[in-house]
């Protein structure tokens, strides 16, 4: 701990020596807080794993919409294109849903499914105990949604944008 002044780093006090020891009470295994740790890594990972997929959809979709608006005001265009290019938004569209939830539906009132970010958020143990069954099947539940949900996004990214695009410098 110090002070600086006009640039100059003036120590206060000078470095205390302390040890921690565990609470006695406490009821937190060694066992119990490296299964916590190990949950959370995993749960930690799925979670960027799902946000990134949601922002690259989020990109792919505000970047269709700006070939739709070129196409549509390009009369010799193709309409195949522009089917294609409107077919893959769509799909982007559900994709989305799934992940981060119906938006518009659930405005409305209607009954809307869980999202996959939502189950995500649920496999989290609160404190640091041993993850429980809830946390576990939350896990589950987001996992085996998302690798369905990324095995239809990652060839939208991949393989269609990439055609799209090549179609259009022609």
């Known amino acids: 701990i110090g002070k600086r002044e006009r640039g100059i780093f003036a120590p206060t006090s000078t470095p205390v020596t302390f040890n921690v020891l565990a609470d006695p009470a406490s009821t937190l295994t060694l066992a119990d807080r490296d299964a916590n740790l190990a949950f959370r890594s995993k749960a ?3 979670s960027s794993d799902i946000s990134q ?12 919409a700006a070939i739709v608006r070129v196409l549509d005001q390009m009369p010799s265009a193709p309409a195949a294109l522009r089917t294609r290019v409107r077919a893959l938004d769509t799909q982007l569209l559900g994709i989305l849903r799934e992940i981060n939830g119906d938006d518009v539906n659930s405005a409305r009132g209607e009954q809307v499914p869980v999202s ?8 989290f143990p609160s404190g640091s105990q041993r993850p429980t069954g809830s946390n576990i099947q939350q896990y589950d539940i987001a996992s085996a949604a998302f690798a369905i949900e990324y095995a239809k996004l990652k060839p939208i990214l991949v393989t269609e944008l990439p055609a799209v695009d090549a179609e259009l410098d022609r």
Do not use: F, M, N, Q
């Open 116 to 123: 996959i970010r939502t189950h995500a958020g649920g496999a």
């Open 53 to 64: 997929a949601s922002e690259a959809a989020t990109t792919a979709r505000t970047k269709l």
């Open 44 to 46: 930690s990972k799925l």
